[in-house]
């Protein structure tokens, strides 16, 4: 398996843009996160999927922030309109099961820069 | 409300040294602890997890982890640091369905 695929891998933006982050889990997880990482607020998580139905969006920081999940291959996490501190760098992973037995998988992380 | 704690932001080791990355936990229930790592622009990687039975707990690159229930604490070793252990190390603790991560310690060894 590839691991989770996450595009475009560098995001630069002006300040207005919409912005969409995409992941592919790994086939066959049941559980889908999206994480932002800032040095100063460290790792926060945004919101989860579990079967592809959210299921704690409390990390979302506002409304212009929306994530989906259409299927179980693919998520998208839609920022509009961006503004420049939402530049940080946004990680998808997945996740089999109860993650209590099972590691969690990271993807390679989308850089978002807006300016 | 579960949680974990990592006192330190960065910890200096050198090369060949034992390093150890501390990290203190707070649940209602039975803990499963977990570390992570985050090597330059890549995302967090799996290293280990304690869900029950021996405390110390043995996981990849060498690092192992010992669970120590009267201290609440879940403290990541290694015998032997490398310089290519330098990385951000993150404990988390498992609360219903996701991870709650610590705020992530720096991991500096010199040669």
């Known amino acids: 398996d590839a691991g989770v695929i996450q595009s475009p891998r560098h995001e630069v933006t002006e300040m207005g843009q919409e912005v969409t982050l995409r992941c592919k889990p790994i086939?066959?997880?049941?559980?889908l996160f999206w994480y932002r990482q800032t040095m100063m607020r460290g790792l926060e998580l945004l919101i989860y999927?579990?079967?592809?139905?959210?299921?704690?969006d409390s990390g979302m920081p506002e409304d212009r922030f929306s994530a989906k999940m259409p299927n179980a291959s693919f998520s998208t996490l839609k920022i509009q309109p961006s503004e420049p501190r939402d530049s940080a760098v946004y990680f998808c992973?997945?996740?089999?099961?109860?993650?209590?037995?099972?590691?969690?998988?990271f993807g390679p992380g989308t850089r978002l820069t807006v300016l | 409300a579960q949680s974990v704690a990592q006192p330190e932001d960065q910890v200096n080791v050198a090369e060949g040294n034992p390093l150890t990355v501390k990290c203190t936990y707070s649940?209602?229930?039975?803990?499963?602890l977990f570390w992570y790592v985050q090597y330059p622009n890549r995302g967090l990687q799996f290293l280990l997890k304690?869900?029950?039975?021996?405390?110390l707990v043995k996981g990849s690159y060498g690092f192992e982890a010992e669970f120590n229930k009267s201290q609440t604490s879940f403290h990541l070793k290694k015998p032997s640091a490398l310089v290519s252990d330098s990385a951000l190390y993150f404990c988390?603790?498992?609360?219903?369905?996701?991870?709650?991560f610590g705020a992530g310690t720096r991991l500096a060894v010199h040669p």
């Open positions: 999927f579990n079967n592809n139905v959210p299921i704690d």
């Open positions: 988390a603790v498992r609360a219903p369905n996701k991870l709650i």
């Open positions: 992973a997945s996740n089999l099961r109860d993650m209590a037995y099972n590691e969690q998988f």
């Open positions: 649940v209602s229930g039975n803990p499963y």
């Open positions: 304690y869900i029950t039975g021996d405390n």
């Open positions: 086939s066959g997880h049941d559980y």
